[in-house]
């Protein structure tokens, strides 16, 4: 069975400072992963996504996350920080069980971005 | 291109009453998905669609809970005989297929319990 465990519950950084949203993952075979964003009062908005493919995935709005076979890691980064990025994020992978893509969110992580 | 919708947007109901909401997804995606987002419990699935057949229904949290998904188009999530912890917000995704083809998710239907 497949599961996320995001490693922190809240962030704060300053703005123009570096992103890390530390993401682990558990899957018997090799997962789909997403990150999701979710801003107050807003639905819930794709990041990025890997699919087997490059493991180094860019998404949109600078964000980009490195998947990690070996340390069973998709942790999301960003290299300066804005004020709009501070919201909810979190960490998916896509049930590969009866093929159904149904998702797995991880807890959570709420971003504060400091002046 | 139109997003997916949901309607309504708010819902408050009184306990023991039946609540329906209703996901329009995005034309042409053939998967629809409904998620359940509540304090205490994160996301979580409730059900999956597949044109109009649902092959897994193993999230849904209690026979109280029922959906229906006609055309391969809008999806109708019935919730019989409300409880104080149904409150949550309901948020419905579709993709183009099953399997790791991303999902987009509607806005949410925020249901109150009183």
């Known amino acids: 069975a497949q599961s996320v465990t995001q490693l922190d519950s809240h962030v704060s950084v300053s703005e123009g400072t570096p992103v890390l949203l530390r993401c682990n993952y558990s899957?018997?075979?090799?997962?789909?992963l997403f990150w999701y964003v979710q801003h107050p009062n807003k639905g819930l908005q794709l990041l990025l996504k890997y699919t087997s493919a490059a493991t180094l995935v860019k998404g949109i709005n600078g964000f980009e996350a490195e998947f990690k076979k070996s340390e069973t890691s998709f942790h999301l980064t960003k290299p300066s920080a804005h004020m709009s990025d501070a919201a909810e994020y979190f960490c998916v992978v896509s049930s590969s069980s009866g093929n159904t893509g149904k998702l797995i969110f991880g807890q959570g992580t709420t971003l504060q971005v400091k002046p | 291109g139109a997003g997916v919708s949901q309607s309504p947007s708010n819902k408050v109901t009184e306990k023991g009453k039946d609540v329906e909401l209703r996901c329009d997804p995005i034309s042409g995606h053939t998967a629809l998905y409904w998620y359940r987002q509540s304090l205490g419990q994160g996301l979580e699935f409730l059900i999956y669609?597949?044109?109009?057949?649902?092959?897994?229904k193993s999230g849904l949290p209690s026979d109280r809970f029922s959906a229906e998904r006609t055309g391969g188009s809008v999806s109708t999530l019935t919730i019989q005989r409300t409880q104080q912890e149904d409150s949550a917000v309901y948020l419905c995704?579709?993709?183009?297929?099953?399997?790791?083809?991303?999902?987009?998710f509607g806005p949410g239907t925020r249901l109150t319990v009183t």
């Open positions: 899957s018997s075979y090799s997962p789909s």
């Open positions: 669609f597949q044109g109009n057949s649902a092959p897994d």
């Open positions: 995704a579709s993709s183009r297929d099953w399997g790791s083809y991303e999902q987009y």
